[in-house]
């Protein structure tokens, strides 16, 4: 028994993880209408800035905040001169897009960093902490991914800005007709998700090492999270983040074995699609023909 409960509290550490991912995803996808294929890579691509500055001598968190400042302006940066020129294009064509930039990304942080694997530091204590089940670095991960659910919720639920992001991504054209800036609004989407992103990679690399594929397992396990809860729900996002985190570790550990781990996620997104495609809290359209 200990030892379930102690894979179900870790599975909620990383299921934290992927909750912040996931709702990356979702915001895209809300402003969109589309699944950002680089998410990964960008919060990898982040979570080498944060490296840099560690490996400066920048103090743990000081070089935490930065990173989460660039990770938001290259995010607009992106959606300004990558993803707007392509806004009206067919469907395939973004996503050929998408797949380009997850690419380039890639490659260019491997040819600056090399793909030899590094150790990301944790601002956690080594010893726990938190009891038995569940180490330092683990709470400390739920606690800042739980501060950053909290604060998107007050920013999109009490700030001006915030119902105006919600209103651009939901109805364009309306928004367009009380004056607001819908182009800067997604942009200002792009910028948060990406910031998003950079916090669930700066947790997840100390955990996974660092390297330039190092999302490529986390981004699939956040877009099954994403598809469980709802792609078009934030709340549902989380919700989905931490049951397939617990999931991941329950069945590796007591069921299927670590090595089929990420088949897991493969089962959860085919099985979702075929079952429920609206995911637990998503909204069902339903068009008359």
């Known amino acids: 028994m200990d030892a379930f409960f102690h894979q179900v509290i870790a599975g909620l550490a990383t299921g934290g993880i992927y909750a912040s991912l996931a709702l990356a995803l979702v915001m895209i996808y809300q402003a969109t209408h589309?699944?950002?294929?680089?998410?990964?890579?960008?919060?990898?691509f982040a979570t080498y800035i944060a490296w840099t500055l560690v490996e400066a001598g920048m103090p743990y968190w000081a070089a935490f905040f930065l990173t989460v400042a660039f990770a938001f302006v290259f995010g607009v940066v992106i959606e300004r001169i990558v993803i707007r020129p392509v806004e009206n294009a067919p469907v395939l064509a973004v996503v050929v897009v998408f797949i380009a930039l997850l690419v380039i990304l890639n490659s260019v942080t491997g040819w600056i960093y090399t793909y030899t694997i590094k150790t990301f530091p944790s601002p956690f204590p080594?010893?726990?902490?938190?009891?038995?089940?569940l180490t330092s670095h683990q709470g400390g991960a739920i606690a800042v991914t739980l501060v950053v659910l909290l604060l998107l919720f007050a920013f999109f639920r009490y700030t001006p800005l915030g119902l105006a992001m919600r209103a651009a991504a939901q109805n364009p054209e309306s928004s367009r007709l009380v004056g607001i800036r819908v182009g800067w609004m997604l942009a200002l989407g792009w910028g948060l998700a990406s910031a998003i992103g950079a916090v669930a990679g700066v947790m997840v690399a100390p955990i996974v090492y660092l390297d330039p594929n190092m999302m490529g397992g986390v981004l699939l396990y956040a877009f099954a999270a994403a598809l469980v809860g709802g792609v078009d729900s934030p709340g549902g996002a989380v919700f989905g983040g931490f049951l397939v985190g617990v999931l991941e570790n329950v069945l590796g550990a007591f069921v299927i074995g670590n090595e089929l781990k990420l088949a897991v996620a493969?089962?959860?997104?085919?099985g979702v699609l075929?079952?429920?495609p609206s995911g637990f809290f998503g909204k069902v359209l339903v068009t008359r023909v």
């Open 126 to 133: 080594a010893e726990p902490i938190f009891g038995k089940y």
């Open 266 to 270: 493969l089962v959860l997104i085919i």
């Open 274 to 276: 075929v079952v429920r």
């Open 34 to 44: 589309l699944i950002n294929f680089a998410q990964g890579e960008m919060a990898m």
